[in-house]
Nanobody, 119 residues
Framework: QVQLVESGGGLVQPGGSLRLSCVASGFTLDYYAIGWFRQAPGKEREGVSCISNSDGSTYYADSVKGRFTISRDNAKNTVYLQMNSLKPEDTAVYYC????????????WGQGTHVTVSS
């Protein structure tokens, strides 16, 4: 059974850090890309970051570039999103997505983990 399980969300003050994890089962990460998306209340879902299946290239939305870092550990079938210098506008539900490539479509979504940035 294919599963994507996110964890690591929570409440953090502005300027703080969180590390999100996406643990995959039912498929191996080394053959696919994993993207991170987020959806804030009342807003459309937006892409945050992606790590490719081939050369490991990484991509970031302009709003998070320089603050967030995506990485993968294929031995653990896990993708991470390190989030530093968090801002209130980063508040959202964060989802990981199983994709054929970073420019392709999404096969399956995780259930999401909540991130709240507030003082």
């Amino acid at each position: 059974q294919v599963q994507l399980v996110e964890s690591g969300g929570g409440l953090v003050q502005p300027g703080g850090s969180l590390r999100l994890s996406c643990v995959a089962s039912g498929f191996t990460l080394d053959y696919y890309a994993i993207g991170w998306f987020r959806q804030a209340p009342g807003k459309e879902r937006e892409g945050v970051s992606c790590i490719s299946n081939s050369d490991g290239s990484t991509y970031y939305a302009d709003s998070v570039k320089g603050r967030f870092t995506i990485s993968r550990d294929n031995a653990k079938n896990t993708v991470y999103l390190q989030m530093n210098s968090l801002k209130p506008e980063d508040t959202a539900v964060y989802y990981c997505a199983w994709r054929a490539s970073c420019s392709g479509s999404t096969f399956r979504w995780g259930q999401g983990t909540h991130v709240t940035v507030s003082s």
